[in-house]
């Protein structure tokens, strides 16, 4: 079945440690990419995105995603973490399938970040 | 800017009855979704609109669920009538989208609906 998997549900993490969340995803062709936070009592926004170009892609608060094609893998990294990244964070992707887009989501990663 | 409004943000109702969410997109997006997200997974798609069609309702339970898009601005989604297992987070997201995929969906705050 057509997918995205974040293998990683828990994170938690101390201040200034450096992070790195897994996302994999099972279609083949052309995909757009994206990672969505969601802060405690907010609505979900947009981290960062990949369409081409330059695999490595910069997103707000210092943090990026590199896009691997061979590996179906978009994984989010962040040299050193905040107490304020403290959120769930969700790895998308948008897919032309059956002359329509389907934009699926993963299951998320809920980090969690001591001071 | 006002973002992506939706209404109630809380709704708690007792199996077999009826309810409806509402959602008003940004000004000028084409695009219009309807996710349900249950407790620790991610968003997963009901519906979406491209202004006023239903491009894909795949994933709508149409035996209970029906969704409508006037004018192709506002929404609502309705359950009639809910279960037990209907009780999650409604999310109506829109977005200007175009031919390669590439929008961003913008979030409203979500519909929490608690079924007893």
């Known amino acids: 079945a057509q997918s995205v998997s974040q293998h990683n549900h828990h994170v938690i993490l101390s201040e200034a440690a450096s992070l790195e969340l897994g996302c994999n995803y099972s279609?083949?062709?052309?995909?757009?990419l994206f990672w969505y936070v969601q802060y405690p009592g907010q609505h979900l926004q947009l981290l960062l995105k990949?369409?081409?170009?330059?695999?490595l892609v910069k997103g707000i608060k210092g943090f990026e995603a590199e896009f691997i094609k061979s590996k179906f893998s978009f994984n989010l990294r962040k040299p050193s973490v905040q107490w304020s990244d403290t959120a769930e964070y969700f790895c998308?992707?948008?897919?032309?399938?059956?002359?329509?887009?389907?934009?699926?989501f993963g299951t998320g990663t809920r980090l969690k970040v001591l001071a | 800017e006002a973002g992506v409004v939706q209404s109630p943000r809380y709704k708690i109702i007792e199996k077999k009855q009826p309810v409806a969410f509402w959602c008003n997109p940004i000004?000028?997006?084409?695009?219009l979704y309807w996710y349900r997200q249950n407790l620790g997974q991610g968003p997963e798609l009901l519906i979406r609109?491209?202004?006023?069609?239903?491009?894909?309702d795949s994933q709508l339970p149409k035996d209970r669920f029906s969704a409508e898009r006037l004018k192709g601005v506002d929404s609502t989604l309705k359950i009639q009538p809910a279960e037990l297992g209907d009780s999650a987070v409604y999310l109506c997201?829109?977005?200007?989208?175009?031919?390669?995929?590439?929008?961003?969906?913008?979030f409203g705050e979500g519909s929490r609906l608690t079924v007893l």
């Open positions: 997201a829109s977005s200007l989208e175009n031919r390669l995929g590439t929008g961003e969906l913008f």
């Open positions: 279609y083949g062709g052309t995909v757009n």
């Open positions: 990949y369409f081409s170009g330059d695999p």
């Open positions: 998308a992707v948008n897919r032309l399938t059956s002359g329509t887009y389907k934009y699926i």
């Open positions: 000004s000028g997006h084409n695009t």
């Open positions: 609109y491209e202004n006023e069609e239903a491009v894909d």
